[in-house]
């Protein structure tokens, strides 16, 4: 609701400045037309003027009664001229005046629309700024030890590693690049099958990437039927990777190695059925 308010009064905010921005340029425009226009009036009058004060010379061949008649023509031509100027000057005042009042209206709905902004603005900086901060404050600490721990088991100083990669999984259970790093040094480097299955059982636990997860789940299965000849916790691990991450290499893969499974328990029970040794 708050939403769509502040989206009506945006929309009213620009539509205002924008008519009244429209209406400025108008009057403006206007106002100069006119002034262009009474200065043209003003030279037309005097050129008027001269020739009118030109062809009332007195000649001598004039009678007194034409001379009555030319002065009466220059006394209606000057309250034309007095007319339209009078009138020039009201539409320049109008003009004035709503070109004034247009500006005032633009500058006020400007300011506001400019204050608006710059407050819905400052909330979304100032609420990125304090994610950013409670992400320093919280999490940078942790970060950067756990890429010391990182560091230092790809030099071999595998000890004061592991100590700095147990604390940072202690004080943040989502730290899986650690725990990762916890279990393959157990696996690949230690070859410690026993402690590794349990470190990659605490990592899949940890909210990790849904592909990460999924090579991990796989290299878990690999070490207990490979390196711990057990067969039932490897099936419950694929049989879930292949439920809840069919559509990934890692979910395929699983896919397989149960079809594979199911296939050779299909080929002993019709050995088995058929009294004939079973090569399972």
């Known amino acids: 609701m708050l939403l769509a308010v502040r989206l009506f009064i945006y929309l009213s905010l620009l539509f205002g400045t924008l008519w009244f921005g429209y209406a400025t340029y108008r009057d403006y425009s206007l106002l100069m037309i006119d002034a262009v226009g009474s200065e043209s009036e003003s030279q037309k009058k005097a050129e008027m003027e ?4 030109k062809a009332v010379e007195p000649k001598a061949e004039d009678t007194p009664e034409d001379e009555a008649g030319i002065i009466d023509l220059s006394l209606m031509v000057d309250e034309e001229e007095d007319y ?9 005042s109008r003009h004035y005046v709503r ?25 979304v900086l100032r609420f990125r700024m304090n994610q950013k901060i409670q992400y320093v404050d919280e ?10 721990g990182i560091y230092l088991m790809k030099r071999g100083k595998h000890q004061g590693a592991l100590e700095i990669l147990r604390k940072v999984v202690e004080q943040n259970p989502d730290a899986w690049e650690a725990q990762l790093c916890i279990a393959e040094h157990y696996d690949r480097t230690k070859e410690n099958w026993t402690q590794a299955v349990s470190e990659y059982e605490d990592l899949l636990q940890m909210e990790m990437p849904a592909e990460k997860w999924g090579w991990t789940a796989i290299r878990l299965c690999n070490i207990y039927t490979g390196k711990l000849n057990e067969i ?16 990934t290499p890692a979910g395929v893969k699983a896919q397989k190695r149960l079809a594979m499974v ?5 080929a002993a029970r019709s050995q088995a059925e058929l009294g004939g040794p079973s090569g399972v």
């Open 50 to 53: 001269t020739r009118l004060q």
């Open 84 to 92: 339209r100027a009078i009138r020039v000057n009201k539409n320049v």
């Open 99 to 123: 070109l004034i009042g247009n500006t005032i209206a633009f500058c006020v709905l400007l300011t506001i629309a400019g204050f608006l902004c710059a407050q819905d603005f400052g909330d």
């Open 139 to 148: 999490a940078s600490e942790l970060n950067e030890d756990a890429e010391k």
């Open 232 to 247: 039932g916790r490897p099936l419950l691990i694929l049989k879930k990777l292949a439920i809840e991450l069919p559509h």
């Open 262 to 266: 199911e296939a050779a328990r299909a």
